[in-house]
């Protein structure tokens, strides 16, 4: 391996260990990843240590999952295999002519050092390495991805390193089992394909439902969110020629809330609306009719009133503004202020 670094231990043995598989593995994988691409994939930078190992190389595009896994499949079938790996010094052109691995931007003496793996790889290299490649014990691809135009880097692990990887994955599974409650790993895939389905049809339903309530001919018995003609019913007058629609409640978003308000401003006429969405953060959408926008009447400031108890922020237009905070617990109260912050404008107004 001509580029790149090589990080060796010089104390711990057994990290000096980790850092001779890294390196031998990284033959491997540079082999490996010829074979699977073409010889376009030439080693461009490297860094081997006792943790993990690193390989750059020239491509415009990351690997398929086939080519991922037929990369690892190749590395592992070697390992298993116990090839030996040998090293031995010759002069530069007798190594060319020999096969082995280098690179003409590299700068090499007349004298090189070769590592090869039995009928497999054969590159220049002055890093040390195992003695077989059983030695390695395993290998895993952990990431590719882009480093620039025109190259990637791979990431991976052999060894102790390698199990400890695949051994996460695997709990990662069986707890995602869990989750979704499939009775085998297997059948994780159809569980999910499952909840997609139901999950698909809660939304539509769900946005059947807020198109009947924004339209006005829902019914909320069961305790659903109001629809917007009982909204215009439930308006109380706060001064003459001012009234209030205000109401909290658990809209499945923002947008059906809106179409709500936007409803109720049909059908209410003049007036003030402020209707809150009941959510770990709530938020808060006030609109005035043009009217009461000229007798003082602001949007934006009723829901500043409103946010202190929302332990939240917002503003607007006269005509219309939103807020968003974070107490929930907090909902009646800013309604409340909403309504006498309303009552305190109308006053200014008629005084």
Same mark, same amino acid.
């Given at each position: 391996m001509a580029v790149?670094?090589?990080?060796?231990?010089?104390?711990?043995?057994?990290?000096?260990?980790? %850092?001779?598989?890294?390196?031998t593995g990284t033959h491997l994988l540079h082999r490996a990843l010829r074979n699977v691409v073409g010889d376009r994939a030439r080693q461009a930078g490297s860094l081997v240590t006792p943790d993990y190992l690193r *390989?750059?190389?020239?491509?415009?595009?990351?690997?398929?999952?086939?080519?991922?896994?037929?990369?690892?499949?190749?590395?592992?079938?070697?390992?298993?295999?116990?090839?030996?790996?040998?090293?031995?010094?010759?002069?530069?052109?007798?190594?060319?002519?020999?096969?082995?691995?280098?690179?003409?931007?590299?700068?090499y003496g007349e004298t090189v050092r070769t590592i090869r793996v039995q009928d497999y790889s *054969?590159?220049?290299?002055?890093?040390?390495?195992?003695?077989?490649?059983?030695?390695?014990?395993?290998?895993?691809? %952990?990431?590719?991805?882009?480093?620039?135009?025109?190259?990637?880097?791979?990431?991976?692990?052999?060894?102790?390193?390698?199990?400890?990887?695949?051994?996460?994955?695997?709990?990662?599974?069986?707890?995602?089992a869990a989750a979704v409650g499939a009775q085998t790993t297997?059948?994780?895939?159809?569980?999910?394909?499952?909840?997609?389905?139901?999950l698909r049809d809660a939304r539509r339903r769900l946005k059947a439902g807020a198109a009947t309530a924004a339209g006005g001919g829902g019914a909320d018995g069961a305790g659903g969110p109001p629809a917007a003609e009982r909204l215009v019913t439930g308006a109380i007058e706060l001064a003459p020629g001012v009234r209030l629609v205000?109401?909290?409640?658990a809209w499945d978003s923002m947008d059906t809330l809106k179409s709500v308000a936007k409803a109720v401003s049909a059908a209410f006429g003049s007036g003030v609306i402020a209707l809150a969405l009941d959510?770990?953060?709530?938020?808060?959408?006030? %609109?005035?009719?043009a009217d009461l926008v000229t007798r003082g009447v602001s949007a934006g400031d009723l829901v500043r009133a409103a946010m202190p108890a929302l332990d939240g922020k917002g503003g607007g237009r006269p005509e219309m503004a939103q807020g968003r905070g974070t107490r929930r617990e907090g909902l009646a109260n800013a309604l409340s202020a909403v309504r006498a912050a309303t009552v305190e404008a109308a006053g200014r107004s008629g005084s």
């Open positions: 790149g670094q090589v990080v060796m231990a010089e104390v711990d043995p057994d990290r000096r260990a980790h %850092t001779m598989r890294n390196h *390989f750059d190389y020239p491509a415009d595009r990351a690997l398929s999952d086939d080519e991922r896994r037929a990369i690892e499949d190749e590395v592992r079938r070697i390992i298993r295999e116990d090839r030996p790996v040998s090293v031995a010094f010759m002069g530069m052109q007798e190594a060319i002519d020999a096969g082995a691995d280098a690179f003409f931007d590299e700068k *054969f590159e220049l290299c002055g890093g040390t390495h195992c003695r077989a490649s059983g030695q390695i014990g395993g290998f895993v691809i %952990t990431s590719d991805r882009s480093i620039g135009s025109g190259m990637r880097r791979i990431e991976g692990l052999t060894g102790a390193g390698a199990d400890a990887h695949l051994r996460a994955r695997s709990d990662a599974l069986d707890a995602a297997e059948a994780v895939p159809a569980r999910i394909a499952a909840l997609q389905d139901e205000a109401a909290a409640a959510a770990d953060e709530p938020q808060l959408l006030v %609109t005035v009719s």
